[in-house]
Structures are given as C-alpha cells and as structure tokens.
C-alpha cells in the first residue's frame, strides 16, 4: 500500500503540556481518513505538522516517502476548523490571491476558480466584498479556494460546522467526487455521522495519544458486540421459548400487536440460525440483521475506558 | 511568482487601493499648503493701511511723523494747528481704519503724560506696537539733538539699521540646518509611529479574521511577517513621496493663484517689527542680502542633498524595521478583544523621547543628550536624522557609521525576536496578551 503521509513516533511539546505523544499514523492514498478526539486531544497539532505550520520535537512526518518539504505545502489544500477571509477584500481578488499563494499561476488560477465559481454557481459574487457575504456564501468561497489548485491531499478540520444542511450535502457530494479523482482526505471532526458515512480509515486521539486506529469496517467489527436484531410477527410467548436453543432476550420492542423487533445474544458460540430454526416454528420472520456498534458508540466507549485507566493509574 | 513578493503586493495594493490613503495623500499636502498660505493671506488682509490722524501740541513731532514714519502700513496725517482733539475725535468717531493720536505738549518730557489713540475698532498690539515706536523714535531724535546737535537722523542713514554677519563656517547655514533637522527628525516619527502601528494592526486583523491558519499553510509565519512589514513600509514611503511631491505642486497652484510675493511679504513683516530706530529701511540694500541668504541656502540644500539621500533610507529602513518589528509582535500576541494600549506604550516612549530630542538639536547640536540619543539604537533613526544637517564629515563620520551599524545589529535581533514571538503567539488564541506570555511564546518557538 502506498501511503502519502507516514508520521512516525512523532512528539510535539508546547511549555506546559505535550501535544502529541509517539503519535503513529499512516494515512494511504486515495482514502478518506478520519481524525476523531475531543477537543484539546491533539488533532490540530497533528495538521499543522503536516501543514508545516509547526514542526515536531521528535519523530518523522513524511510525504509520498519525503521527509517535508517547503514544495510540498502546494499539493496540500487545507481548511482549518477556524477559518475567515480578508473583510475588506473583493471575492474573486482575494481567491486569486489565496490560490497564487498556493502556486498558481495568475492565468491558471483565474482559470480554474471561474471554472468553480460556475460550478457553485456563485459567478457574480466575484466583484463583491467578502464582509457582504452570508456565512455560508463565505464558507463555499473558503472550500473553493482549499481545492481550486487541485491538491494530492486535503485537510479538512471540522468542514460542515455552520453548513447549513444543503451546503453540507454539497460539501460532502465534492468531497467524494475529489475522492473518485483520486484525492487523499483528511478529514478532522466530531461529527460521527459523517465518519461513518464517508471515511474509510480512522484514527482516535485522546490525550495526545493514538488510542484506537484502523479500518473503519473492521474497527465496527472488533467492536460488534455479537447481537442480532430479529423482527418478527406472531406470538411473543413462543419466541421466548425458542431461546431455550442458547441465547438471551436483551431488549423487547412491541411495534403493534403481535409484531416485535427484539434483540437477542448468544450466550455461547451459538449460531444464529439454530435460533431461527426454533422460531420459525411459531412466528414469521421479516428480517435478521447483526447489530454493529456505531462509530458514535465506539468514540464514547473508547475515550471513556482511556480517561477511566487514566484516573485508576 | 515569489511568495514574499504576493504578500508584499498585496499588504501594498490593498492599503493603496483604500479611499482613506488617496484622501491623506491629497488632503494633507492641501492642509501643509494651507497653513503656510493662511498667515499670509491674514497678514494681507489685516495689514490694510491704517491713517493716524495726529493732533500735535507739541508742534515738532506731528509733522516729523507725517514726514518720516508714513508707510505702507500706517499713514500719519499731521492736523493743522487749529484742530482740537475733540473736533477731530468727534468728527472720525465712526471711521474704521482711521485713528486719532493725541500728543499734549508734555509728551515724553514728563513721564505721566501719555499719548493718547482714539480708534473705534481694534488696531491690535503690533499696530499700537509701531505707533509707541514710531513716536519715541522721533522724540528721541529730536531730544538728542537738542542736547549735543547731533542728527540722529543722518547718522542712523549713514550705519544702516543692521550689521550683518556672514555664516563662513562649514556646512549649511545654522538656520537652513535647524529646518532640515526638524523636518528629518519629524518625518522619520510619523513615519516610524504610523505604519509601525498599522502593521500591529494588520497582523491583529489576520488574527481575528482567522484568515491566519489558511494563509500559513501556503507560506512560512515569518515570511508572512517580512512580507507585512516590507509591504506596510512601502505604503509608507509611497505616502510620503506622494505627500510631499503634492504638497509642493498645491504650494505652487495657490500661490499663483492668489498671486502673494511671499518673498516681498516676509520683508514688510520684518520691516515692521524691527521698526525701532530704523527710519529708511527702504533705501538699505536689504534685498541683496537677503537674495544673498537665498543663494546660500539653495547652495547649502544642493551640497546637503547627497547627504539625505544616501543616509536617510538607511535610517528610514532601520528605524521602521526596528519598531515594526515590535508592533508586529504585539500585533501577534494580541486578541481581538484585549487592550494593546498598555503594550504599545512601551514602544512609543524611545520613539517620542527620539522626537523631543531631536527639537533640542537646533540650538545645541553637540550636547552629550544628542550624541548618546543619536547612537543609541531606539533613539537613532530620529536623533541621527535630525543631527544629520549638523554633521561635520570631517571629524564625525564614524559616529553615522556606528549609528547604523548598531541600529542594523538591533533591527536584525529585534526581527528575530519578532519573528520568533510572532510564530508561536499569531496561532494563540484565548490567551491573555501579557510580558509573561510573550516571552513564553519566544522561548517556545524553535
């Protein structure tokens, strides 16, 4: 697998606390890649190394296999959580300038945001001033200017905080299509809903240190609790009796008379379908799904664990 | 294109662009033109002629005045003998620009007998001033010869009514010196004290903006710096070109305009105050002495230029890098809601201490104050600008030297300073603006 940003042990102290403690994270290409924490736990820091805006005390941050350099800020776009633009500034001037900054060149970068501009179909906004825009016209002019020089990878800290839901779906919509390009995404929230939807690797930050990382899928599984949510028409006694195959009732929701969606567990190594042979017996089946833990679930379960060995130690 | 470059044009275009520096750059030169135009203007429109009408008991001083005092200002009209002052005082009590002088006979010969003028408006005191003058010059004339037979008169004709002396020292004349001190002196604070503020604020506006974290994921902070600081800077300069070039084109306007012999208007004035003694200042070659000054001080201008040019941007460079820094790094440490004021007094004392000093110059340019201030880096730019025209090259040249030396070695540890405060501080937010922090933030920043 080809990664293109591979931060090794790296260790970052401000004067009264660390930031990042041995942080190890590989990001591959072409991946969505969540970063999730509290607030405070070390995600900014992380992104402003990659970003160079700071650098660590120890440890190795590497791009496409090179230690960073000053060339490579021009393949990354980045949108910090708290972002603003010039007040005073004309839109298009001021996006011409952002996306110079970038290295592009005038008649590229005029090029390329006219091309976005139409795209969002915010075309005559280029002569206004940006302090006569509404939050959300400034918050699309901000995504714009973070992709118009086409970046290898982007960095999104928080990116739908104050979208408004058809903004955010915009956003989203964008955000994969660059996927589909073949842009990497960092993507920095709190927003579980939107991890779960759209990343594909995740890395959890508590306490400036790595906690829990890995592929979204296979985090959800090592964290599935085995339960399977069954629901059924037919007589609720004879379900119970079908328990007897090895598995427990864990939680009963009556939908209308006679139709119930219930959570069950094997108390063993049962399989489930020596569960649904006895039921079909006595009640009809409308569907079988195993229950797997949400990222939410799994943020709260894991930091609260951290934070609980942190105070037993 | 150059990264430093982008910021620099932008710190630049976007403050150019602004209808507030087009409005300074051609309301100020309006204002400077102004205010050397309105005294004249005021003197032309006071210094109407005013007519004294004297009733003379004392016979001889009336006609005397009438003969010999009358000028462009003020014209003495002796009345005949049979004039009483109640006649004449009744007869012009609603004359404006018409006085009555009553001289009893006593006059100067017992000292509580005054002169007396009857006016309805306000002659104001330099009017009065000439009067007092004009009659004690005659009487004094006329009591001088009474005693010793000697014509005062022709004797004052024969002296002149000054001696002159000829600066033959090096360098400048004194006075042309003290005007360019000041104006160096002056320039360098507005300069130093304007833009070294604006860039204070400038870095506060990217702060409070958050535009800051956008903005240093395409360039390193303290190119961002130097870019702000070099960008302001040029405003600056521009401004002051633009000031001084306009200011000279409107001086130039207004003075066709309303057609003033500035020239000619300075040497009544001075006529006028030095009236004391001085019966036939008209036929004194004054002029030529003073096309002489002239002359000299155009000479003086030339040879000095070369000076200016080659030291004042050094100076210029040095003295705005060294407070920009500064206000930069308190510009960084700032939030948007704390007081900077606190903070930016410290910066301010050298420089305003650098100004009042620089006033003391022109009557003391070696004084041990101006050469420690003219040398101590906080202080230098202002100081060694106003020093400047009172250099001997001869003798001091290594002081210039030293002076910049030691500035450029302060500027070069104060950027560092700045540079490193700001760094770590620009991406601090929600912490109290405080030395403490600051040095904090110095220290952390690797």
Known sequence: MRYIVEAEKVVKNFSNHTALNKVTIKIPEGCIYGLLGPNGAGKTTFIRLINQISKPDSGTVLFYNKPLEEDHITKIGYLPEERGLYKKMKVGEQAMYLAQLKGMNKTDAKAKLKDWFTKFDILDWWNYKVEDLSKGMAQKIQFIVTVVHKPKLLILDEPFSGFDPINTELIKKEILELKEKGTTIIFSTHNMQSVEEICDYITLINKSEVILQGKVEEIKKQFSKNEFEIHFTGNMLSFTTALWTGFQLIKKEEIQKNEFKVTVAPIDNQSINDLLGSVIVGCKVKSVKETSASIHDIFIRTIGEDNLTDTNN | ?446
């Open chain 2, 1 to 446: 294109m150059n990264k430093l470059n982008l910021i620099i044009r932008r710190e630049f275009k976007t403050r150019v662009k602004k209808k507030s520096f087009i409005v300074l750059s051609i309301v100020t030169p309006l204002i400077i033109a102004l205010l050397v135009i309105a005294p004249i203007l005021i003197q032309q429109s006071t210094f109407k002629q005013k007519t004294v009408l004297v009733v003379d008991n004392t016979i001889t001083l009336g006609d005397l005045l009438e003969r010999d005092k009358s000028s462009k200002f003020i014209k003495y009209v002796n009345m005949p003998l049979s004039a009483t002052i109640e006649v004449v005082a009744d007869r012009f009590e609603n004359a404006s620009d018409t006085m009555v002088l009553h001289l009893n006979k006593n006059f100067g010969i017992i000292s509580n007998s005054p002169g007396q003028l009857y006016n309805n408006g306000h002659p104001g005191p330099g009017v009065l001033k000439t009067i007092k003058n004009d009659c004690f010059d005659i009487f004094r004339k006329i009591q001088v010869y009474r005693v010793t037979k000697l014509n005062l008169e022709k004797v004052d004709k024969k002296l002149g009514d000054s001696c002159n002396i000829q600066y033959e020292g090096r360098g400048l004349n004194p006075e042309v010196k003290s005007y360019l001190s000041l104006a160096g002196g002056f320039l360098m604070y507005l300069l130093v004290l304007i833009y070294g503020v604006q860039v204070m604020k400038g870095v506060m506006e990217e702060k409070t903006n958050r535009i800051i974290e956008v903005i240093l994921s395409s360039i390193q902070p303290v190119k961002l710096m130097w870019g702000k600081i070099i960008g302001i800077g040029l405003v600056g300069i521009s401004q002051f070109t633009i000031i001084i070039i306009t200011s000279i084109i409107f001086f130039g306007a207004i003075q066709s305009f309303v057609d003033i012999d500035t020239a000619n208007l300075v040497n009544d004035q001075i006529k006028m105050m030095d009236s004391e003694g001085n019966l036939v200042s008209a036929n004194l070659p004054q002029l030529s002495i003073e096309e002489m000054d002239t002359l000299y001080a155009i000479e003086g201008l030339k040879s000095y230029l070369p000076t200016f040019l080659i030291i004042m941007p050094f100076l210029f460079i040095g003295g705005f890098l060294l407070y920009a820094a500064f206000f930069a790094a308190v510009g960084s440490a700032a939030n948007p809601d704390t007081e900077t004021q606190q903070f930016i007094l410290p910066i301010t004392v050298p420089i305003i201490l650098g100004m009042v000093t620089a006033t003391t110059i022109m009557d003391n340019p070696s004084s041990d104050l101006v050469y420690y201030t003219s040398m101590f880096p906080l202080t230098s730019p202002i100081v060694m600008a106003a020093r400047l025209p009172f250099i001997n090259w001869a003798t001091d040249w290594w002081q210039v030297l030293t002076a910049i030396l030691l500035l450029f070695i302060t500027v070069w540890l104060s950027t560092k300073f700045a540079a490193k405060v700001y760094k770590t501080a620009i991406l601090m937010y929600g912490q109290k603006l405080s030395y403490r922090n600051i040095w904090k933030w110095f220290k952390q920043s690797n």
